[in-house]
């Protein structure tokens, strides 16, 4: 076939793949022409045969013509009508099965327009990120969230001594908040046995995740497969593959070693650190920031589930280099022994200590400042030094009212996402531009060795 056919504007229109709209008028314009033919064949019966009489009833030619015609285009519609939805109903059943999975409506809401959502990059891990995903996967499916691995409490550290697995607990938080079969599939990851020989203090969903990791081979398949299972909408990074280790020098001057130790120790942090202090990021971690258009930062605890992330150093380059903006989301309150008395811009300013000023192109913070917290625990204000937000000069401060009704200690996952695609689409508004610090040497893109 030549190329000059090949090129023809009919050839292309008839491939496949097409948008669905195209077929469906071909459809139409089919059997449009299928009933002028019928049409032509019954006339030449109806004028040149006899009919029995009991047909002047069936074609109810006792009632004027354009009536019979109404009544016949109500009949025949209504037939097309039934069989098309029965052959759909037929036809999908293997896919969507009422009660059992989104609707028809949702699954192409979903295919057509979450598919062209923003692609968004967040990082973070523990509670705060799987509130920010839950709320976002509404808006896009472009979603990558980049989870901290430094978790060592708890069931994700028995399991990390006992298997030598990357800790599973974050990453199981995002599962549970990205799977379509949520809020069950929720439910079910985050169910934690209260007893049991062996399995006390486990949740179902780590050991789903560690069970996955012996089947498959290595963790991140594990995490790759678990996502398909679950049809998780997005993708599930680590942000390194390697075994690491968060410690913190406290302002009394101890260093504490062990992630769930500096949340333990309450005299608040002066240093964080990561062992192995070169540990390399996950090249589809660094793809994903570079590739998106919005990068989320938080919320989530600052020492100890948002911070480790940024302190790997492919990560922090990233964030430098990356053409997409950068959104820093503050907590809504305080978190004993780690932030106390921590305002929004402290925030700001331990995240800008780590990255870099001038990368975070702006701030989500609460607006909607109580009192109605446990002892403790403060809410989080922002600080503006003698009326001007000197620290947010070079970044776009958003004030929002983000707090959970049933839960003043959270983000609520439907408002948190809104103010963030609020601000994507000011941000599309105005025209790119490049800020002092945000380029340079893109960090090695290497395919980890499975």
């Given at each position: 076939?030549s190329?000059?056919?090949?090129?023809?504007?009919?050839?292309n229109?008839?491939?496949?793949?097409?948008?669905?709209k195209?077929?469906?008028?071909?459809?139409?314009?089919?059997?449009?022409?299928?009933?002028?033919?019928?049409?032509?064949?019954?006339?030449?019966?109806?004028?040149?045969?006899?009919?029995?009489?009991?047909?002047?009833?069936?074609?109810?030619?006792?009632?004027?013509?354009?009536?019979?015609?109404?009544?016949?285009?109500?009949?025949?519609?209504?037939?097309?009508?039934?069989a098309?939805?029965?052959?759909?109903t037929?036809l999908?059943?293997?896919?969507?099965r009422p009660?059992?999975?989104?609707?028809?409506?949702?699954?192409?809401?979903?295919?057509?327009?979450?598919?062209?959502?923003?692609?968004?990059?967040?990082?973070?891990?523990g509670?705060?990120?799987?509130?920010?995903?839950?709320?976002?996967k509404?808006?896009?499916?472009?979603l990558?969230?980049?989870v901290?691995?430094?978790d060592?409490?708890?069931?994700?550290?028995?399991?990390?001594?006992?298997?030598?697995?990357?800790a599973?607990?974050?990453?199981?938080?995002?599962?549970?908040?990205?799977?379509?079969?949520?809020?069950?599939?929720?439910?079910l990851?985050?169910?934690?046995?209260d007893?049991?020989?062996?399995?006390?203090?486990?949740?179902f969903?780590?050991?789903?995740l560690?069970?996955?990791?012996?089947?498959?081979?290595?963790?991140?398949?594990?995490v790759?497969?678990?996502s398909?299972?679950?049809?998780?909408?997005?993708?599930?990074?680590?942000?390194?593959?390697?075994?690491?280790?968060?410690?913190?020098?406290?302002?009394?001057?101890?260093?504490?070693?062990?992630?769930?130790?500096?949340?333990?120790?309450?005299?608040?942090?002066?240093?964080?650190?990561?062992?192995?202090?070169?540990?390399?990021?996950?090249?589809?971690?660094?793809?994903?920031?570079?590739?998106?258009?919005?990068?989320?930062?938080?919320?989530?605890?600052?020492?100890t589930?948002?911070?480790?992330?940024?302190l790997?150093?492919?990560?922090?380059?990233?964030?430098?280099?990356?053409?997409?903006r950068?959104?820093f989301?503050?907590?809504?309150?305080?978190?004993?022994?780690?932030t106390?008395?921590?305002?929004?811009?402290?925030?700001v300013?331990?995240?800008?200590?780590?990255?870099g000023?001038?990368?975070?192109?702006a701030?989500i913070?609460?607006?909607?400042?109580?009192?109605?917290?446990?002892?403790?625990?403060?809410s989080?204000?922002?600080?503006?030094?003698?009326g001007?937000?000197?620290?947010y000069?070079?970044?776009?401060?958003?004030?929002?009212?983000?707090?959970?009704?049933?839960?003043?200690?959270?983000?609520?996952?439907?408002?948190l996402?809104?103010?963030?695609?609020?601000?994507?689409?000011?941000?599309q508004r105005?025209?790119?531009?490049?800020r002092?610090?945000?380029?340079?040497?893109?960090?090695?893109?290497?395919?980890?060795?499975?």
């Amino acid at each position: 076939m030549s190329d000059r056919f090949r090129n023809h504007s009919i050839f292309n229109w008839l491939q496949p793949g097409m948008h669905i709209k195209r077929w469906l008028f071909l459809l139409v314009f089919g059997m449009a022409f299928l009933a002028l033919g019928a049409s032509y064949l019954l006339r030449e019966v109806y004028l040149n045969f006899t009919f029995h009489e009991v047909f002047y009833y069936i074609t109810l030619q006792m009632i004027p013509q354009w009536i019979r015609g109404i009544i016949f285009l109500f009949v025949s519609l209504s037939i097309i009508g039934i069989a098309v939805w029965k052959l759909n109903t037929s036809l999908l059943y293997a896919f969507i099965r009422p009660g059992r999975g989104p609707s028809v409506v949702q699954s192409i809401y979903n295919k057509r327009v979450l598919d062209r959502g923003p692609r968004i990059a967040a990082l973070g891990g523990g509670t705060g990120l799987s509130i920010l995903l839950r709320g976002l996967k509404a808006h896009t499916s472009n979603l990558t969230a980049i989870v901290t691995v430094a978790d060592d409490g708890g069931s994700t550290g028995r399991l990390r001594d006992e298997f030598g697995v990357l800790a599973p607990g974050d990453i199981r938080q995002c599962v549970a908040a990205l799977a379509e079969a949520e809020p069950l599939m929720s439910r079910l990851f985050q169910y934690r046995f209260d007893s049991g020989n062996g399995l006390q203090g486990h949740s179902f969903g780590n050991l789903f995740l560690v069970a996955m990791a012996r089947v498959t081979g290595n963790f991140e398949e594990a995490v790759h497969e678990t996502s398909r299972v679950l049809n998780v909408r997005g993708t599930i990074l680590p942000s390194t593959l390697q075994d690491i280790t968060l410690s913190a020098r406290t302002h009394d001057g101890v260093l504490v070693k062990g992630e769930h130790n500096i949340s333990e120790n309450g005299t608040g942090v002066r240093d964080l650190y990561l062992n192995p202090p070169d540990a390399e990021a996950h090249p589809d971690a660094i793809r994903a920031i570079m590739d998106s258009e919005l990068v989320v930062i938080g919320p989530g605890s600052l020492y100890t589930s948002v911070l480790p992330n940024l302190l790997v150093p492919d990560i922090q380059k990233a964030l430098r280099t990356t053409e997409a903006r950068i959104v820093f989301v503050t907590n809504v309150a305080t978190e004993e022994g780690e932030t106390d008395d921590f305002s929004a811009d402290d925030h700001v300013q331990a995240i800008e200590a780590y990255i870099g000023v001038g990368v975070i192109d702006a701030v989500i913070a609460n607006s909607n400042v109580g009192e109605e917290l446990p002892e403790g625990v403060n809410s989080m204000p922002v600080v503006l030094e003698d009326g001007e937000n000197s620290i947010y000069e070079n970044m776009k401060l958003c004030e929002a009212d983000v707090i959970a009704l049933e839960n003043r200690y959270c983000h609520d996952p439907s408002k948190l996402a809104a103010a963030i695609v609020d601000l994507y689409n000011a941000f599309q508004r105005v025209p790119a531009f490049v800020r002092n610090g945000r380029r340079g040497e893109a960090p090695n893109l290497v395919t980890p060795t499975k």
